[in-house]
Every structure is written in structure tokens, then in C-alpha cells.
């Protein structure tokens, strides 16, 4: 018995009193199996060495052998300094990749997290609730997109940027992902328009309930989705249903997407050296949002797309923010503390009493609309921007026609 511990040998007697009552008929084998947490096979095993070999043959024979799947110390010391040094602030999963890929080192995820739990390195994780019901993803890519926008210190300052990110909910492909000062009604038009021009017309848009997606007369109660946002506004006239979530549970898909952002994207900034907002997106655009895929993304259920190619020519008025105004007598609209004067256009004496529109665009500058022509078009502190054929021609003294938006030639083309 010396060779063996005490706690192998006590255990050796418990699995022997079992057997003991098993064979004296006080318990079936199926109930003795239970007793022990064994399965019944297993049970069988033991009972043949013990009629064979008797006490001793109830003992694990793997005790005192090194087990040949142990690493050597040198590899356990290698990733123990390494996660210490340089990789600190990765969650596991991200520095079990740069392991494989920068370090060359063949150890699999389980026994990096283990070693790493186990050494009091990284916290152990809490157990997951269980998903009692989860939405089945859109089979088409195009049939719904989620936008969402995620407050978080991505550099190492205390500075925090919103990071807007657009995905499907068919394939979780990022199609757009930038970070902002701020989620707002223009930032959220910058990334839905480059969608559009780079993917195609989509069929759904699921966001959260924010001002900027629709207005609710009351905090708790249903959006008004008689009443639209300037958002709301450009997805109706791109024919694109806008969907509202109800709870952070019903975005858990974005939600999911967030929490993978926010223990990778830091990381990979500070390692890179990569300090402000420009560079980051430069990072996200050039070489970040494929990397993302590469590893995320899934295939869709069917290998098509629901994505529409996009027709329309009046991109810029569509995502835009549209206020309207009456025109002054003097042929003036005020707009934010500015005053936009009308030049004389030759298709109308006069825009006095006029109701027009004035388009508010992402680059900032503004044009006044009625109807499909531009009146006007001008800077962001409101001087007139004169359009290049007439500045040539003025040059060349001679009188043009005041352009319409769009032309008579290519009209006006829905999605």
C-alpha cells in the first residue's frame, strides 16, 4: 500500500464496498454504477480486474506516469511572460491567435486558457446564462442589417469615441465601421450611404430606439413611425423598412459583435502604435474589417443576395438633412444664423413666397431645392458656390442657363 496515496487508497475502498454489496445482491450493478458516477461499462471493468487481481486491480495504472500530453515547463514560462510582457490587456482567445500566428507555438486554446486561469493571471469566467430563445439569422445577406454604435476608450487615453459599425444579420460581415465623436444622425447617413453605393439597396434596417432613429412620444411606450427622423426619412425614400429594438436582448447579435470589438480593437491599436482617430480608421478601412470577417463572418443559408443595385442619382439629397423654408422677398432663406441668397434663375421672375427645401449635406456645404431643380447651392458659412459652367462662362461674358438638379436628360431614378 506504501506505493500508493492515501486519498487513491480510500477512494480504492469505497469503489470495493460497492462491488462488495453489488455481489452480496443488497444493490443491482445499475444502481451500484450510479453510486459511484461511473457508467455501466465502466463498472464491468472494474469488477473483472478486481476478480482478477482483487484490491489492486481497483487502482488508476496511469498513477506515476507523466502523461504524454504534458508541456514542457520552458513552453508554459514562454506564454506565462509573453501574456505578462506584451499581450496583458488581450482576452484569451485573441492571445492564443497571436500566439499561433506571431510565436509559432502549437498549443491548443484550452490549455492556454487553463494555464492561464490556473496560474491567477486571468479571472475565471463566469458560467454563460442559457439562451432560452435565439432568432434565426436572415437567410440572404441584404434581408436585414443591424447599425449600432458602441461608447468605449479605444486608445489608451481617457478619451471615448463611438464606434458606428454596420453588419448583416445573415452572414455577421461588417460592411462599415468607424469611430466618431459621437453617434449622430449625420455620422449614422455617412455609414448607411456608403453601404448603399458600395453593397446595394438592403431591404431592413434593425436599430436601436435612439432620437436619431425615430422619436418616441414617450419614454417606456411605442416609436411613432408616422412621425420620421431625417434617418427614418432617407430609408423610406430608399424603400428600406426600419425596424426598432425593444431591449438590448432583441440586438444581441450587435450586441455580441460589440463585445468582440471591445477586447480586440484596443489591442491591436496599442500594439501598433496606432494613437488617433484618423489613423485608426485608416487601420479599420485598409486592413481591420476583412481581418474581422476572415474570422467571424459565416455563409449564409443560401448562396444569393438580397441586395438591389441602387439607381438613384440623388444620393446626396437622399442622405441629407432636409429642413423647409419660405423664401424672403428679397429672395433670401434663413437657415441657422445664415442668410442664403437665390440668384435670378431663368426659368422664374422671382422665388419670393416659395416653399423649398434646403439640404443640409454630409460634407457640410448647403443646397436649396424645389422640386427637382437646385437653386442654389453654397458653403457651410452659406457664400454661394457658383456651379463651374457658369464661372466659365462668366469668364467668357457670356449669359447661361441656371442648371437644374438632376437634368432633363437623366431625370429622376428610383431604387
Not at 496560474?119 to 437567410?139: C, D, T
Request: charge should be positive; proline fraction near 4%; hydrophobic fraction near 35%.
Amino acid at each position: 500500500m506504501r506505493f500508493y496515496s492515501e486519498v487513491a487508497v480510500e477512494k480504492a475502498m469505497t469503489v470495493q464496498q460497492v462491488l462488495l454489496r453489488a455481489y452480496a445482491g443488497k444493490l443491482t450493478w445499475i444502481e451500484a454504477a450510479e453510486i459511484l458516477g461511473y457508467s455501466p461499462r465502466h463498472l464491468r471493468r472494474l469488477r473483472k480486474a478486481h476478480e482478477e487481481y482483487g484490491f489492486h486491480g481497483l487502482f488508476d495504472k496511469r498513477r506515476g506516469r507523466l502523461s504524454p500530453r504534458r508541456m514542457p515547463i520552458e513552453i508554459v514560462e514562454i506564454v506565462q511572460r509573453l501574456y505578462q510582457e506584451r499581450y496583458h490587456d488581450f482576452n484569451v482567445k485573441h492571445f492564443h491567435e497571436k500566439l499561433v500566428e506571431k510565436h509559432g507555438l502549437t498549443v491548443s486554446y484550452t490549455w492556454t486558457k487553463n494555464l492561464l486561469q490556473e496560474s491567477g493571471i486571468v479571472a475565471k469566467e463566469s458560467p454563460r446564462k442559457k439562451h432560452r430563445k435565439k432568432r434565426e439569422r436572415r437567410p440572404l445577406p441584404g434581408m436585414m442589417l443591424h447599425i449600432d454604435g458602441s461608447d468605449h476608450q479605444w486608445f489608451r487615453d481617457e478619451t471615448r469615441y463611438d464606434l458606428i459599425v454596420i453588419l448583416d444579420d445573415a452572414t455577421s460581415d461588417i460592411y462599415y465601421a468607424r469611430l466618431v465623436l459621437e453617434e449622430s444622425t449625420a455620422t449614422v447617413m455617412a455609414g448607411l450611404r456608403q453601404v448603399v453605393e458600395n453593397k446595394g439597396v438592403f431591404c431592413q434596417l434593425y436599430t436601436d430606439r435612439a432620437s436619431h432613429f425615430f422619436k418616441t412620444p414617450k419614454a417606456g411606450e411605442p416609436v411613432d413611425k408616422q412621425s420620421l427622423t431625417q434617418v427614418g426619412r432617407a430609408m423610406r425614400d430608399l424603400g428600406v423598412q426600419l425596424i426598432p429594438a425593444y431591449s438590448p436582448q432583441a440586438r444581441g447579435r450587435s450586441e455580441r459583435s460589440f463585445r468582440t470589438w471591445q477586447g480586440r480593437l484596443p489591442q491591436e491599436l496599442r500594439i501598433r502604435g496606432i494613437e488617433t482617430v484618423d489613423q485608426a480608421n485608416r487601420f479599420l478601412e485598409e486592413e481591420y474589417i476583412d481581418e474581422f470577417n476572415r474570422r467571424f463572418a459565416v455563409n449564409p443559408k443560401i448562396g444569393q443576395s438580397a441586395f438591389v443595385p441602387c439607381m438613384r442619382l440623388d444620393l446626396d439629397r437622399v442622405f441629407s438633412i432636409q429642413s423647409e423654408r419660405t423664401v424672403n422677398r428679397d429672395n433670401t432663406v434663413r437657415f441657422k444664423n445664415l442668410v442664403l441668397q437665390i440668384d435670378k434663375q431663368s426659368w422664374r421672375g422671382s422665388m419670393a413666397g416659395t416653399k423649398v427645401i434646403v439640404y443640409q449635406h454630409l460634407d457640410q456645404t448647403l443646397t436649396i431645392g424645389l422640386g427637382a431643380h437646385e437653386v442654389g447651392r453654397y458653403s457651410e458659412t452659406g457664400e454661394l458656390i457658383q456651379p463651374e459652367a457658369k464661372k466659365m462662362a462668366a469668364a467668357a461674358g457670356k449669359k447661361v442657363n441656371s442648371p437644374s438638379y438632376p437634368s432633363q436628360q437623366t431625370g429622376h431614378m428610383m431604387c
